[in-house]
């Protein structure tokens, strides 16, 4: 539940030009992705947990990845290219004005959301594929199709925190304990960066880039919605996973959001002191 990080979020990271390009790249790329692909071991967990798994473990993962991603790269890249071709197309045409274009493009991302939850598919991973897609069979340079989207997101990011901050988190206070707290710190820290830096080796980068990478990943909404699918499938000890996962999200929003400036600036100044060599390339991200 709380591998997946949260590009809403880190907003204020990935869309810093003072941050090198690869750095960002790699952060918003992961937190479209990382969600797709932590949910068939998220299920597999599930039915283990509820002793309703009916094959061996490897076999299910293997099921649950083919289902999750494959259904969802289908419906991302097919309504994403059908939705981008469509609306160039019609756009050169001259068929609808600009104030319609906004709204279809954000349906674009609602219908691939929606075709890969009733195939069966990871829709997190389908909304950010068909943004791509999108993107790729649209074109570039136009923000008219974009802007409603892009607002219409930040809106109901900012509405979903408020919900969680007034209903989610009062919930929670009563059964945190200070297990729970420490678990969260060390999912936010110690997990993350250790895992970062695993997946990392090799690549040449310097230990700053690393510990970049490995704090700024936060928690948001995808770790409440698999807290939620686990609590109602009646998950032992639910209560208790979902104060875990309320917990680190909320440290997540108030860890995060202080420091993504400060920490900004910092290695900012650092990329920018040294040579050349400190500025990570596309190959060492």
């Known amino acids: ?3 997946a990080t949260d590009a809403a979020l880190g907003h204020r990271v990935v869309e810093d030009p003072s941050v090198p390009v690869p750095v960002r790249r790699a952060l918003n790329v992961e937190s479209g992705l990382n969600d797709g692909i932590a949910v068939p071991f998220f299920l597999v967990s599930l039915d283990i947990t509820m002793s309703v798994l009916d094959d061996s473990v490897p076999s ?27 609306q160039r197309a019609a756009a050169r045409r001259g068929w609808f004005e600009t104030r319609w274009r906004q709204p279809c493009t954000l349906a674009v991302a609602l219908a691939a959301y929606a075709a890969a939850v009733t195939l069966g598919g990871s829709a997190f991973l389908a909304a950010f594929v068909a943004g791509l897609a999108f993107r790729l069979a649209h074109g570039t340079g136009d923000g008219e199709a974009t ?13 979903t925190w408020m919900i969680f901050g007034a209903a989610a988190i009062p919930a929670a206070l009563p059964h945190i304990t200070w297990q729970i707290v420490v678990y969260a710190v060390l999912s936010l820290t110690a997990v993350r960066m250790l895992s970062v830096g695993t997946a990392m080796a090799g690549t040449g980068a310097p230990w ?18 698999f807290a939620i699918l686990a609590f109602e499938r009646g998950t032992p000890a639910a209560e208790t996973l979902l104060t875990a996962v309320v917990v680190t999200v909320g440290l997540s929003v108030f860890a995060h959001g202080f420091s993504a400036r400060p920490l900004v600036a910092a290695y900012h100044r650092w990329t920018e002191s040294g040579p050349a060599g ?8």
Not at 63 to 86: D, E, P
Not at 208 to 225: C, I, K, N
Not at 278 to 285: F, G, K, M, V, Y
């Open 1 to 3: 539940m709380l591998c």
């Open 60 to 86: 299910a993962i293997a099921a649950a990845l083919a289902q999750q991603i494959g259904w969802g790269l289908a419906a991302g890249v097919l309504i994403g290219c059908t939705g981008g071709y469509l």
């Open 147 to 159: 802007r409603f989207t892009e607002e219409t997101g930040g809106i109901l990011a900012a509405a």
């Open 208 to 225: 700053q880039t690393l510990a970049f990478l490995g704090w700024f990943g936060p928690r948001g909404l995808a770790s409440v919605v």
């Open 278 to 285: 400190r500025r990570p390339s596309a190959r060492s991200e």
